[in-house]
């Protein structure tokens, strides 16, 4: 509808409504109906979905789910080529909520800058400020409507000499009817377009993408559909390609180093919390020694696997933060 509400106010007139508000309404209760049928849990779409590809097969990277021996389900975004093919593939999987957080992460950190706000919006207020001036279907209909009215002042002149017929006055009739429906289309057409885009609203209306944590599933589709135009994966970086234009500073290529030493950190963060919870249970660290040299050994395996990750040889090419 063209209304934003953001810290207790309203934006109105930042960008055109796309939508009628009746229209808008049966929508939104139907959303609403929908929230109401899933579980928050439940519905969590893979929201890169026909965005996503593998930077080694070119393939579409695609949904994967299991469960573990415990019962913990897991989501993962796997290679076509390996998951519908059952060929191999360099590409490993990527945990679903994992990648998602850390390109909605990357984005706000480079992309949703105070500098990058003010270039997104000044090239969309000169693409959409430009439209009303060049609009192809407004001109075509002026030019036809200064043709209707020159054959209009043949006429009038020719029946001023004396020159009328049955069929002057018909064709003036006509004539005069083809120029109001003319009229009309114009009227139309200029309200498509009320006024030309104020660079101040449209900066302060993509703002609030950068303020917001993107919590709520609808938010964050909402973010995928307005920035995120294609992502390759490769295991060393993530390269996401932003929609509204063409070239390197629409790029995005993220280090995974980041990522896997995350992953260490929570390995730590889980034994520190299971040791805590063994000692309490057991009445202190005396009798559990036994199991923390279990424990032990379980995370140097996890840690070692992840070393592989962390200092494998590049691939796909450089990996700076932006390029």
Not at 123 to 143: A, G, T
Request: hydrophobic share 30%; with cysteine; net charge positive.
């Amino acid at each position: 509808m063209g209304i934003e509400k953001f810290g207790g106010e309203i934006f109105t007139d930042v960008i055109p409504p796309i939508v009628e508000e009746k229209l808008w309404q049966v929508v939104n209760g139907m959303m609403k109906q929908y929230r109401r049928n899933y579980k928050k849990d439940k519905y969590d779409p893979y929201f890169l979905t026909g965005k996503i590809f593998c930077g080694y097969c070119g393939e579409s990277v695609i949904a994967e789910a299991g469960s573990s021996h415990l019962g913990t389900r897991y989501k993962y975004y796997k290679c076509r080529t390996k998951k519908v093919k059952g060929k191999s593939c360099l590409l490993r999987n990527y945990r679903k909520h994992e990648l998602e957080q850390l390109i909605i992460d990357k984005t706000k950190k480079y992309i949703l800058t105070p500098s990058k706000i003010e270039e997104i919006a000044h090239m969309v207020v000169d693409r959409y400020n430009s439209e009303i001036s060049n609009n192809v279907v407004l001109k075509c209909l002026e030019k036809e409507l200064r043709q209707i009215n020159n054959k209009i002042d043949s006429l009038v002149k020719n029946m001023e000499q004396g020159i009328v017929s049955l069929t002057l006055r018909e064709t003036l009739y006509k004539l005069e009817n083809d120029r109001a429906d003319i009229q009309l289309k114009i009227a139309e057409e200029k309200s498509k377009f009320d006024k030309p885009l104020n660079f101040e609203d449209v900066r302060n209306f993509i703002s609030l993408f950068a303020s917001k944590d993107y919590d709520d599933v609808f938010e964050r589709n909402e973010f995928f559909n307005r920035f995120i135009k294609k992502v390759l994966l490769f295991n060393d970086k993530i390269i996401v390609i932003m929609r509204g234009g063409k070239g390197a500073e629409n790029e995005l290529a993220i280090n995974n180093d980041e990522l896997y030493e995350k992953r260490i950190l929570e390995k730590f963060e889980k034994k520190e919390i299971s040791e805590n919870n063994f000692d309490n249970k057991n009445g202190g660290s005396e009798n559990s020694n036994s199991h923390l040299h279990k424990n032990d050994e379980i995370l140097k395996e996890k840690e070692a696997e992840l070393e592989l990750f962390v200092h494998q040889p590049p691939r796909g090419g450089k990996t700076d933060n932006q390029f």
